[in-house]
C-alpha cells in the first residue's frame, strides 16, 4: 500500500471551474502536510502547507482530516496558469517528505 | 540570491556504470536532501545531509551514497546502474533553523539521468 494516494487524474477543466484533489496517507503518525506544485519538466514548489483547521490562500483551500487520514485542495476559478501536476506530501519524521504520484490538471480556455 | 543549482543536467549511462550528481544548496541553507522521480510518479527520498553526515535515509540500496562537503555542497553517487535507475534526480535544500513541519524544501531543477 502506498503512503500516499492521490488520483492521478487528469481532470481537464475549463477556465473559471472549481476543481478538488483529494489524497489519503497510510500513517496516522504523520506529523506535516503539504501540497506542492510541479509544472511540466520543471521541479516542484511548495503552494501551501495544510492544517486541521483548514487554510486559505486567495484562490487555493486545502482542508486536513486527522480522523479519516485525508487531505484535499480545491481550486476556485481555475486559470490557465493552474495547469500543472499537484503532488500531495506528508512528512512522517525528520525532514524526508512523502510526496504522492501526483495529480494532473489541465485547464483549457 | 543563488537557488539550488545541480549539474550536470542531463546524462547518458549504460548499465553497471556509475554516476556522480552535483547540488549546491541555496544560500544560507545546511541541509541538503536528495529524491529520485521516476516518470509519472511522485519524488522518492533518497536520504538527506546535515553537517556533513547522512543522518535519514529512505529505502533505497546500498549502491546509492552520497557525500556533503564544509560549504554544504553535496554529491549524490550511484553505483552498478540499472536501467531503473533511469529518473530525474531532485535536490532539496532547507535550513535546520526552519522547523521540519514548515516542510519547505528548495529544490534545483534535477539531473535527467538516462540509463541504456
Known amino acids: 500500500r502506498k503512503e500516499v494516494e492521490q488520483d492521478p487524474g487528469p481532470f481537464n477543466v475549463p477556465e473559471g471551474a472549481t476543481v478538488a484533489f483529494n489524497c489519503t496517507y497510510s500513517?496516522?503518525?504523520?506529523?506535516?502536510f503539504f501540497w506542492y506544485r510541479q509544472d511540466c519538466r520543471k521541479e516542484p514548489k511548495l503552494l501551501m502547507s495544510v492544517y486541521s483547521s483548514g487554510n486559505e490562500d486567495g484562490r487555493f483551500t486545502a482542508q486536513l482530516n486527522r480522523a479519516s487520514q485525508y487531505i484535499s485542495l480545491l481550486i476556485r476559478d481555475s486559470k490557465l496558469s493552474d495547469s500543472a501536476t499537484y503532488l500531495c506530501v506528508v512528512n512522517f519524521s525528520g525532514y524526508a517528505l512523502n510526496f504522492g504520484k501526483g495529480t494532473s490538471l489541465l485547464v483549457t480556455p | 540570491d543563488a537557488g539550488v543549482t545541480q549539474s550536470p543536467t542531463h546524462l547518458i549511462k549504460t548499465r553497471g556504470q556509475q554516476v556522480t550528481l552535483r547540488c549546491s544548496p541555496k544560500?544560507?541553507?545546511?541541509?541538503v536532501s536528495w529524491y529520485q522521480q521516476a516518470l509519472g510518479q511522485g519524488p522518492q527520498f533518497i536520504f538527506q545531509y546535515y553537517e556533513e553526515e547522512e543522518r535519514q535515509r529512505g529505502n533505497f540500496p546500498d549502491r546509492f551514497s552520497g557525500h556533503q562537503f564544509p560549504n554544504y555542497s553535496s554529491e549524490l553517487n550511484v553505483n552498478a546502474l540499472l536501467l531503473g535507475d533511469s529518473a530525474l534526480y531532485l535536490c532539496?535544500?532547507?535550513?535546520?533553523?526552519?522547523?521540519?513541519?514548515?516542510?519547505?524544501?528548495?529544490f534545483g531543477e534535477g539531473s535527467r539521468l538516462t540509463v541504456l
Open positions: 532539496a535544500s532547507s535550513s535546520r533553523r526552519t522547523p521540519s513541519y514548515t516542510g519547505e524544501l528548495f
Open positions: 544560500s544560507g541553507h545546511d541541509t
Open positions: 500513517n496516522s503518525a504523520s506529523q506535516s
